[in-house]
């Protein structure tokens, strides 16, 4: 795959045929789990998606199954992995309090975040720093409808990560989450020395 590191998350798409969309995250219960990213669909099982192997530090592995793999069918994937100051994957409980959620750390200030109940029927949900930009008024999208941004408001999103401001179960139930996200101000850098006091 190219990447610096196993990925966290892919997503495939098969082209020319109506298959769902795909998900792996490294935050579902196995690597026989996957999700659809254009439904409300709890985690469900399918061996023959990723052929029950999580992807390596060079591999990614597809079994026979026609959504990932289907035979003579072409398809796209998008391969995520973390990336310190750039990007996170990951998960979290959902506390089901409109006014204390669970703090998810990523080490930056997100410009965009996705999250999805992995053992719950609930949307996608997708908010960023970019429409409006500020606390109490970051507004949501479901990218598993065609349905234009929804008022509510959600998460607060903070220098290092972001929280959770609703017992909506799509964002904040009693239930397990995963998340990608990347960030607004990347700190990464390919020439990291050290400096030298003067």
Not at 28 to 43: F, G, I
Not at 140 to 150: A, G, H, K, L, Q
């Amino acid at each position: 795959h190219g990447l610096s590191s196993a990925p966290k998350m892919l997503i495939t798409k098969s082209l020319g045929d109506t298959a769902a969309w795909a998900v792996w995250h490294t935050g579902l219960t196995d690597a026989t789990k996957y999700l659809v990213l254009n439904t409300t669909a709890s985690e469900a099982t399918n061996a023959n998606a990723w052929n029950s192997t999580a992807p390596s530090s060079s591999v990614i592995s597809f079994g026979s199954d026609g959504q990932t793999n289907g035979s003579g069918k072409n398809n796209i994937m998008y391969a995520f992995s973390d990336v310190k100051g750039y990007s996170s994957f990951g998960t979290f409980t959902g506390t089901a309090s409109a006014t204390d959620g669970a703090f998810i750390y990523t080490g930056f200030r997100p410009a965009y975040v996705l999250v999805k109940a992995i053992n719950y029927t609930a949307a996608w949900i997708m908010f960023d720093s970019k429409r409006l930009g500020y606390n109490l008024q970051n507004k949501v999208f479901t990218p598993n409808t065609t349905s234009v941004e929804e008022a509510a408001w959600m998460s607060d999103i903070y220098s290092n990560g972001f929280k959770p401001f609703s017992s909506d179960p799509a964002i904040n139930g009693s239930y397990n989450y995963i998340y990608m996200s990347f960030a607004e101000f990347p700190i990464v850098s390919s020439n990291s020395k050290a400096g030298t006091a003067r």
